[in-house]
């Protein structure tokens, strides 16, 4: 267990690294001088020369690369080009938002899907399984934002039981703050949970094929306990790795949904971000995500293990 | 009354037929041994006694058990019948229990379902049981998990389940066959003392005349879903009133014909093999402790002639795989040489391999994992003839891949069939026509036949030792089946632990062998003709 673990934990600071060097060197070779667009178009060579070696634009690639990890490692993500408050402020601002609302799509889109794949591999062929199934294709194929602007128009515009968009921060208080990431998280969730259910379903239908349920049956289990009590477990590691990969996917699509309900989230921070050229942000914002995604790896690489006693003894 | 009365059973899995009217009956305390090619309907008949059937297959006649009719019992008293009064065991305990559970968790599952115990009783007969079928606590700990067990402790543990609450019936469904033969004897040894100590009837499925020969006390032939033959074990095997009876028998024992015009006395040394050894590096316990290392084989030297057939024995485990596995340079000797006509053949990159693969083929078990379910025939024989140095035309191929096949019989016709539309036994013969394709001069076969039923592997026997007598193919073959060594093989090596612990002329160490691990594979053997003279003695 231990080695397994030991393992991957130093797997994923090499990704960390390796996942640095590349959100640095792209952001290197992207056209357009940071300097030079904080002062605008009208600056003298002299002042853009200036704030270049105010800000240490003008040192080699290797000192900055070092600088910036090190600043990394220290929480000190530099200062925002724009805003010209430290990154890592506006960061934690931001992921007030953009935490709960993937939190909450994670716990919704699991809370819909196994129950779901559960009932549909249950009652495998029949009628209700063809439908769920047939909903679940239909939840994979439509795209969230499209599903955002149904929401809206529908519980916003037409029912006025939620805000259409905005967010009043959480000094407004709970429920109302929750109130406005309600349909951003169904948006994000839906499309989520329509593949997990379906993973889950023929996860569940492949271990149902296996020897040992044969074994439990004749046992004398019923098909329902059999479900539960042998087959569930066993269908998890596939569950698992969908769940961590669709996190990764989750964070992506908060960029598409912030953007559809007006939420000041680390999506749109990265988004304003690149059309302004504040690379600084980016980059810690990137590196933020590249962090969560690993971390997530992790947590699911040593969840295997919790599940699965064959991977314990492994490196 | 009987405790397990079949009566006019017939069972159609759609629209095929797998059951005609077959009778069956089982006293308690009785061994009744149903016996059949693959396909014959035995797991079927088993299944339709659990009740445990695929979800299109249709029932008629009667099942009575311990005067319960099953066909017509509900689902709720099947599941009270199940691991209480009727206990199941199965072939393939590598994939029996549930891996992401401890042994102690899957057996006690059943007695806390069927008796409602507390915990500490529940556990308590959990390690009785596992006691009684040879997995003591105090090295078989209840928190073990069935990857931590070999083969045939896994199936200890599956004996455990299904006789944990003292069925009345048992059965166990071909529960040796993927074993080798001394774990088969000691299973089957098992199954044999707690059907006595609990008068369980005992219903055993085999596709082997010899392993039943020895324990059932009566005998049901099953063949295309129809009872063919049925009655008290010696009379049946003895008399072998039932043409079909005879078949088995015969093919279970058969020898093929060798001819003697291609014996090993030609050209000379064709395999050396010197001190060979294949060392395996465990993981690491501790981040600072000592990798563990295997030795899967230890110093191995013995010499193959050109034709010779010879056979390398052992149970599973010895290492006997791993060995041919090098010799056929799919792996390397962590130490030794192995050569081929003088030429040293472990140390060679894989394009100098070449043109030596083309004189070394391989055979392996499984002939259906071993081909592409999606080529064709033709596709798959002709696979090997890419080692040759100069490329075919598609004329030469084609009349390459013909002879090949009538060599092993098979018509050219049939080379455009895909995998699945050949039966077992063709798909061994296309394995052995893709090993002959380019004429090698060595086969190695790592146990060739003994995924087939006995009739088919009397016949790819046959054809082995012909290939040999045709075109002096000499062969390693690989196997845990004495009956295999003695049928086609010269000599034999007797491999224990990594090391070859016997060797000699295959006759004279079957016969009378002389170390501790040819003495246990002998006597473990399943043979029909020593175990009726024991049962006709026995019965005066």
Same mark, same amino acid.
């Given at each position: 267990?231990?080695?397994? &673990?030991?393992?991957?934990?130093?797997?994923?600071?090499?990704? %960390?690294?390796?996942?640095?060097?590349?959100?640095?060197?792209?952001?290197?070779?992207?056209?357009?001088?940071?300097?030079?667009? %904080?002062?605008?178009?009208? &600056?003298?060579?002299?002042?853009?020369?200036?704030?270049?070696?105010?800000?240490?634009?003008?040192?080699?690639?290797?000192?900055?690369?070092?600088?910036?990890?090190?600043?990394?490692?220290?929480?000190?993500?530099?200062?925002?080009?724009?805003?010209?408050? !430290?990154?890592?402020?506006?960061?934690?601002?931001?992921?007030?938002?953009?935490?709960?609302?993937?939190?909450?799509?994670?716990?919704?889109?699991?809370?819909?899907?196994? !129950?779901?794949?559960?009932?549909? &591999?249950?009652?495998?062929?029949?009628?209700?399984?063809?439908?769920?199934?047939?909903?679940?294709?239909?939840?994979?194929?439509?795209?969230?934002?499209?599903?955002?602007?149904?929401?809206?128009?529908?519980?916003?515009?037409?029912?006025?039981?939620? !805000?259409?968009?905005?967010?009043?921060?959480?000094?407004? *208080? %709970?429920?109302?703050?929750?109130?406005?990431?309600?349909?951003?998280?169904?948006?994000?969730?839906?499309?989520?949970?329509?593949?997990?259910?379906?993973?889950?379903?023929?996860?569940?239908?492949?271990?149902?094929?296996?020897?040992?349920?044969?074994?439990?049956?004749?046992? *004398?289990?019923?098909?329902?306990?059999?479900?539960?009590?042998?087959?569930?477990?066993?269908?998890?590691?596939?569950?698992?790795?969908?769940?961590?990969?669709?996190?990764?996917?989750?964070?992506?699509?908060?960029?598409?949904?912030?953007?559809?309900?007006?939420?000041?989230?680390?999506?749109?921070?990265?988004?304003?971000?690149?059309?302004?050229?504040?690379?600084?942000?980016?980059?810690?914002?990137?590196?933020?995500?590249?962090?969560?995604?690993?971390?997530?790896?992790?947590?699911?690489?040593?969840?295997?293990?919790?599940?699965? !006693?064959?991977?314990?003894?492994?490196? | 009354?009987?405790?397990?009365?079949?009566?006019?059973?017939?069972?159609?899995?759609?629209?095929?037929?797998?059951?005609?009217?077959?009778?069956?009956? #089982?006293?308690?305390?009785?061994?009744?041994?149903?016996?059949?090619?693959?396909?014959?309907?035995?797991?079927?008949?088993? $299944?339709?006694?659990?009740?445990?059937?695929?979800?299109?297959?249709?029932?008629?006649?009667?099942?009575?058990?311990?005067?319960?009719?099953?066909?017509?019992?509900?689902?709720?008293?099947?599941?009270? $019948?199940?691991?209480?009064?009727?206990?199941?065991?199965?072939?393939?305990?590598?994939?029996?229990?549930?891996?992401?559970?401890?042994?102690?968790?899957?057996?006690?599952?059943?007695?806390?379902?069927?008796?409602?115990?507390?915990?500490?009783?529940?556990?308590? +007969?959990?390690?009785?049981?596992?006691?009684?079928?040879?997995?003591?606590?105090?090295?078989?700990?209840?928190?073990?998990?069935?990857?931590?067990?070999?083969?045939?402790?896994?199936? /200890?543990?599956?004996?455990?389940?299904?006789?944990?609450?003292?069925?009345?019936?048992? #059965?166990?469904?071909?529960?040796?066959?993927?074993?080798?033969?001394?774990?088969?004897?000691?299973?089957?040894?098992? $199954?044999?003392?707690?059907?006595?100590?609990?008068?369980?009837?005992?219903?055993?499925?085999?596709?082997?005349?010899?392993?039943?020969?020895?324990?059932?006390?009566?005998?049901?032939?099953?063949?295309?879903?129809?009872?063919?033959?049925?009655?008290?074990?010696?009379?049946?095997?003895?008399?072998?009133?039932?043409?079909?009876? +005879?078949?088995? @028998?015969?093919?279970?024992?058969?020898?093929?014909?060798?001819?003697?015009?291609?014996?090993?006395?030609?050209?000379?040394?064709?395999?050396?093999?010197?001190?060979?050894? +294949?060392?395996?590096?465990?993981?690491?316990?501790?981040?600072?402790?000592?990798?563990?290392?295997?030795? @899967?084989?230890?110093?191995?030297?013995?010499?193959?002639? =050109?034709?010779?057939?010879?056979?390398?024995?052992?149970?599973?485990?010895?290492?006997?795989?791993?060995?041919?596995?090098?010799?056929?340079?799919?792996?390397?000797?962590?130490?030794?040489?192995?050569?081929?006509?003088?030429?040293?053949?472990?140390?060679? =990159?894989?394009?100098?391999? /070449?043109?030596?693969?083309?004189?070394?083929?391989?055979?392996?078990?499984?002939?259906?994992?071993?081909?592409?379910?999606?080529?064709?025939?033709?596709?798959?024989?002709?696979?090997?003839?890419?080692?040759?140095?100069?490329?075919? =035309?598609?004329?030469?191929?084609?009349?390459?891949?013909?002879?090949?096949?009538?060599?092993?019989?098979?018509?050219?016709?049939?080379?455009?069939?895909?995998?699945?539309?050949?039966?077992?036994?063709?798909?061994?013969?296309?394995?052995?026509?893709?090993?002959?394709?380019?004429?090698?001069?060595?086969?190695?076969?790592?146990?060739?036949?003994?995924?087939?039923?006995?009739?088919?592997?009397?016949? #790819?026997?046959?054809?082995?030792?012909?290939?040999?007598?045709?075109?002096?193919?000499?062969?390693?073959?690989?196997?845990?089946?004495?009956?295999?060594?003695?049928?086609?093989?010269?000599?034999?090596?007797?491999?224990?632990?990594?090391?070859?612990?016997? +060797?000699?002329?295959?006759?004279?160490?079957?016969?009378?062998?002389?170390?501790?691990?040819?003495?246990?594979?002998?006597?473990?053997?399943?043979? $029909?003709?020593?175990?009726?003279?024991?049962?006709?003695?026995?019965?005066?």
């Amino acid at each position: 267990m231990l080695s397994y &673990a030991s393992k991957r934990v130093l797997i994923g600071i090499a990704t %960390m690294l390796a996942a640095s060097i590349v959100v640095f060197a792209v952001l290197e070779v992207v056209p357009g001088d940071p300097a030079r667009l %904080m002062l605008g178009m009208n &600056a003298t060579e002299d002042a853009v020369r200036a704030l270049q070696e105010q800000m240490g634009l003008n040192q080699p690639l290797l000192v900055r690369y070092f600088h910036w990890l090190g600043g990394l490692l220290t929480g000190n993500l530099g200062r925002s080009y724009t805003y010209a408050v !430290p990154v890592i402020d506006l960061i934690t601002e931001r992921i007030a938002v953009s935490l709960p609302l993937a939190l909450i799509s994670l716990a919704l889109s699991t809370t819909i899907a196994l !129950p779901v794949g559960l009932f549909s &591999a249950s009652r495998r062929g029949t009628i209700s399984d063809t439908a769920t199934m047939g909903a679940a294709q239909i939840g994979v194929a439509i795209p969230n934002f499209w599903f955002a602007l149904l929401l809206v128009y529908i519980f916003a515009v037409t029912l006025r039981l939620v !805000p259409a968009g905005g967010f009043p921060g959480w000094s407004a *208080g %709970m429920w109302p703050a929750l109130k406005s990431l309600i349909l951003p998280s169904i948006a994000l969730a839906l499309p989520q949970a329509a593949i997990l259910a379906r993973v889950t379903r023929s996860a569940l239908l492949d271990v149902l094929g296996e020897d040992y349920i044969r074994t439990a049956r004749a046992k *004398g289990l019923t098909r329902r306990s059999v479900l539960y009590r042998h087959a569930l477990r066993n269908a998890l590691i596939p569950i698992l790795t969908i769940l961590g990969l669709q996190f990764a996917f989750l964070l992506a699509g908060t960029i598409i949904i912030e953007n559809v309900f007006y939420l000041p989230g680390l999506g749109r921070l990265v988004f304003q971000a690149i059309t302004q050229r504040d690379l600084i942000v980016v980059e810690g914002v990137v590196m933020l995500l590249v962090a969560t995604v690993i971390l997530i790896n992790l947590l699911v690489d040593l969840s295997y293990a919790v599940v699965d !006693p064959r991977l314990r003894g492994r490196t | 009354m009987a405790l397990l009365d079949i009566k006019g059973l017939s069972l159609k899995i759609g629209a095929f037929s797998v059951l005609e009217r077959v009778n069956l009956a #089982i006293e308690p305390g009785e061994i009744h041994a149903l016996v059949g090619e693959s396909g014959s309907g035995k797991s079927m008949t088993a $299944l339709s006694v659990m009740k445990l059937l695929p979800g299109n297959a249709r029932a008629e006649g009667q099942i009575h058990f311990n005067g319960t009719d099953i066909l017509g019992a509900s689902e709720a008293d099947m599941c009270k $019948l199940r691991g209480d009064d009727i206990g199941m065991v199965f072939q393939e305990p590598m994939t029996a229990l549930n891996p992401v559970k401890t042994i102690g968790e899957q057996v006690a599952e059943g007695i806390r379902l069927h008796t409602g115990a507390s915990r500490a009783v529940t556990e308590e +007969r959990t390690r009785a049981i596992l006691d009684r079928v040879g997995l003591p606590s105090a090295k078989f700990p209840l928190g073990r998990y069935p990857h931590e067990l070999s083969g045939g402790q896994r199936q /200890r543990v599956v004996i455990a389940i299904a006789c944990a609450l003292k069925p009345k019936l048992l #059965i166990a469904d071909e529960p040796t066959t993927a074993l080798d033969v001394v774990l088969q004897a000691q299973i089957l040894d098992l $199954l044999q003392s707690l059907v006595y100590e609990e008068k369980m009837g005992l219903l055993l499925i085999s596709h082997d005349l010899a392993v039943v020969a020895d324990i059932a006390d009566s005998i049901t032939v099953l063949r295309h879903g129809e009872v063919m033959d049925h009655g008290e074990t010696t009379q049946i095997l003895t008399e072998q009133a039932h043409p079909y009876t +005879r078949k088995l @028998a015969q093919a279970s024992m058969h020898v093929p014909e060798r001819s003697s015009s291609h014996r090993w006395d030609g050209d000379g040394t064709l395999l050396s093999v010197r001190n060979v050894e +294949r060392i395996y590096r465990g993981h690491r316990t501790g981040l600072f402790s000592r990798r563990e290392t295997n030795k @899967a084989v230890d110093n191995v030297s013995f010499d193959l002639q =050109s034709g010779q057939s010879m056979a390398l024995v052992g149970r599973s485990g010895c290492g006997k795989s791993t060995l041919a596995r090098m010799i056929i340079a799919l792996d390397r000797p962590t130490g030794g040489e192995i050569a081929l006509w003088s030429q040293r053949i472990d140390d060679l =990159s894989e394009d100098a391999l /070449r043109p030596v693969r083309r004189n070394m083929q391989v055979v392996f078990q499984d002939p259906y994992g071993s081909f592409n379910p999606r080529h064709k025939a033709e596709r798959l024989v002709a696979e090997p003839l890419y080692l040759l140095d100069t490329p075919l =035309s598609v004329a030469e191929k084609r009349s390459r891949v013909d002879t090949a096949l009538e060599r092993v019989g098979i018509s050219p016709r049939d080379r455009d069939k895909y995998p699945h539309e050949f039966s077992g036994g063709q798909r061994q013969r296309l394995a052995i026509a893709r090993a002959i394709i380019t004429e090698p001069k060595l086969i190695v076969a790592d146990e060739p036949v003994s995924a087939l039923d006995v009739s088919i592997r009397a016949q #790819i026997l046959d054809l082995f030792a012909d290939l040999n007598g045709r075109l002096g193919i000499a062969y390693l073959f690989i196997t845990h089946d004495l009956a295999v060594a003695r049928a086609i093989t010269d000599t034999v090596m007797v491999m224990s632990d990594g090391k070859i612990v016997e +060797r000699g002329p295959t006759g004279e160490v079957l016969r009378n062998p002389r170390s501790d691990a040819g003495r246990a594979l002998v006597e473990a053997s399943p043979d $029909l003709h020593k175990a009726l003279a024991r049962r006709i003695g026995e019965q005066g």
